[in-house]
C-alpha cells in the first residue's frame, strides 16, 4: 500500500516542524508513506519512516529559470517522487499536456519516481468524457518513454470534483477508471485522491484496484492519518 501526502502550500516552518516529530510516530504497518512538503521544507525533512516526495518540479533543467526547481536539484536532496499534473497545477498554473509531459521525462532522467495526477471536472464527468480525457492526460505524459520508464510511474486518480468536497465517486466509477490506467500501464500502481479520509476509507477499500492513497487534508492530521492507515491494512 502506497500513502502519498500531499501538503500543498500550508504550514509556517515552525509548524512543519512540529508536524514533523508527530509523523515520526506514524506506525506505517507495512504501507510505504512518502511525504511531499511545500518545497521550501524539503531540505528540513528527517524522517525515517518516510520517503521524500515534492508537489512540483521544473519542465526545464539546470539553468536561467528563476524561481524554477530542476529535477537534478530535488535528486540532490534525495527526493525520491515528485507529483506532477496535479488539477490545481493545470488550472491555476495553465500547465499543459505537453509541460506535463516534460516534466515526467525529468524526473526520470534523474531517478525520481513520478507521480501522475489525472481526472476529470463535474462538468467532463457529466458529458461522459472521463475515459477520453483521462487516457489522452496519461497518452500525453507518457509520449516517447521506454517501456521501462512507463513501468516506474505511479498513477493518481483525483477527480477534479471530489478534491476537498467530501464527495467521492462509486466504487464502479473508480473501478472503471483504474481498469483504463491497468490498460495503458499495465505495470504501474495506482492511487486514489480525491476526499478519501478516515470516515470513508473503508468503503474505499471494496476497490481491489487500488494501490494506495495521495491524501491532501488529511495529510495534515497526523492522528486521523494514523487511523486512516490502520483502516486501509485491516
Known amino acids: 500500500m502506497i500513502i502519498a501526502l500531499n501538503n500543498k502550500c500550508n504550514l509556517s516552518k515552525k509548524e512543519f516542524e512540529l508536524y514533523q516529530k508527530e509523523l515520526s510516530n506514524i506506525k506505517e504497518n507495512d504501507s510505504k508513506l512518502i511525504l511531499c512538503p511545500t ?70 532522467n534523474n531517478h ?22 483521462i487516457a489522452e492526460q496519461i497518452k500525453t505524459a507518457i509520449a516517447s518513454l521506454t517501456p521501462e520508464e512507463k513501468s516506474k510511474i505511479i498513477v493518481a486518480y483525483e477527480p477534479i470534483w471530489s478534491i476537498g468536497t467530501g464527495l467521492i465517486p462509486t466504487i ?42 495521495l491524501l491532501g487534508g488529511l495529510s495534515l492530521k497526523p492522528e486521523k492519518l494514523q487511523i486512516f492507515i490502520n483502516k486501509a491494512q485491516n
Open 39 to 108: 518545497a521550501t521544507y524539503l531540505a528540513l525533512y528527517n524522517l525515517s519512516n518516510m520517503e521524500l516526495g515534492s508537489q512540483n518540479v521544473s519542465k526545464n533543467n539546470l539553468g536561467a529559470h528563476t524561481g524554477e526547481i530542476a529535477a537534478s536539484q530535488l535528486a540532490s536532496l534525495n527526493v525520491k517522487y515528485c507529483i506532477v499534473g496535479h488539477s490545481e497545477r493545470r488550472n491555476d498554473e495553465h500547465e499543459d499536456l505537453e509541460t506535463v509531459n516534460l516534466k515526467v521525462k525529468n524526473l526520470l
Open 112 to 133: 525520481i519516481i513520478p507521480i501522475l495526477c489525472v481526472g476529470e471536472t463535474k462538468e467532463e464527468k457529466e458529458k461522459g468524457q472521463t475515459r477520453y480525457l
Open 172 to 213: 464502479d466509477d473508480i473501478n472503471m477508471v483504474l481498469s483504463l490506467i491497468k490498460e495503458i500501464l499495465p505495470m504501474s500502481k495506482t492511487l486514489y485522491g480525491g476526499s478519501a479520509n478516515d470516515e470513508n476509507i473503508d468503503y474505499l477499500k471494496k476497490c481491489k484496484l487500488i494501490d494506495g492513497y
